[in-house]
């Protein structure tokens, strides 16, 4: 069965450091992996997709893939309250996306 | 782009009646989209994948005949909640995948919010 892992938190970092969220994977054949985010109340949403082993940057945020590994992580620099949240990752299951649980993420002014 | 709406976004309905929440995707066609069920402070739970024209394949443990999937179009899935209890009071969400699209990226709708009382 496919399982993503995550470190279920809270992850507490003071604004304006970096935090850093991890996920392992047990696919070893997936080619593509996401992040969501989800506030509390509302529904997630999709805040960067990696295919490929390496970095991949967008503005804050850089994902880093590791497929040797089986391990995908999100860095949020210059962390911000409004960051708070908890962060999905997921990657293709049979059909749908196989979530992890998410990990909570509070960002201390 | 790929934008989901959820229709209602918060209802309140008595114990016994049913429910029926309309999913959409805005600016894209979807052949498959996905339900949803959230408690609080819990992980999400996949109830059920729908696929346009065909019946909607269950997750083990949810009740079909409770909850009734039908993705008529590209663009429309609903999910009715027959006989609703307070236990079925919850947080729903649909999801879609953008059948142009070759990843498997899933965009979700804003969620509709049941409370059965």
């Known amino acids: 069965q496919k399982e993503v892992e995550q470190n279920s938190g809270p992850l507490s970092v003071p604004e304006g450091a970096i935090a850093s969220l991890n996920c392992t994977y047990s696919?070893?054949?997936?080619?593509?992996f996401f992040w969501y985010r989800q506030y509390s109340g509302k529904s997630p949403e999709l805040i960067m997709s990696?295919?490929?082993?390496g970095d991949k940057e967008d503005g804050r945020f850089t994902a880093q893939l590791n497929k040797a590994s089986q391990y995908v992580s999100l860095l949020i620099r210059d962390s911000q309250p409004s960051d708070s949240a908890t962060y999905l990752c997921a990657f293709p299951g049979n059909t749908p996306l196989v979530f992890g649980k998410g990990t909570r993420l509070s960002v201390i002014a | 782009g790929a934008v989901v709406s959820q229709h209602p976004s918060r209802v309140i309905c008595k114990s016994g009646t049913s429910v029926k929440i309309e999913c959409r995707s805005l600016?894209?066609?979807?052949?498959?989209m996905f339900w949803y069920r959230q408690f609080p402070k819990q992980s999400l739970m996949l109830m059920a994948t729908s696929n346009e024209g065909s019946k909607a394949t269950y997750e083990q443990g949810v009740e079909k005949d409770k909850f009734l999937i039908n993705h008529a179009s590209l663009t429309l899935s609903t999910l009715t909640v027959t006989s609703a209890h307070p236990e079925d009071s919850s947080f729903y969400i649909c999801?879609?995948?953008?059948?142009?699209?070759?990843?498997?990226?899933?965009?979700f709708g804003p969620g509709t919010r049941l409370t059965v009382t």
């Open positions: 999801s879609a995948r953008d059948r142009d699209r070759a990843s498997y990226e899933q965009y």
């Open positions: 600016d894209f066609q979807a052949t498959t």
């Open positions: 696919d070893r054949g997936s080619q593509s």
């Open positions: 990696i295919y490929s082993n």
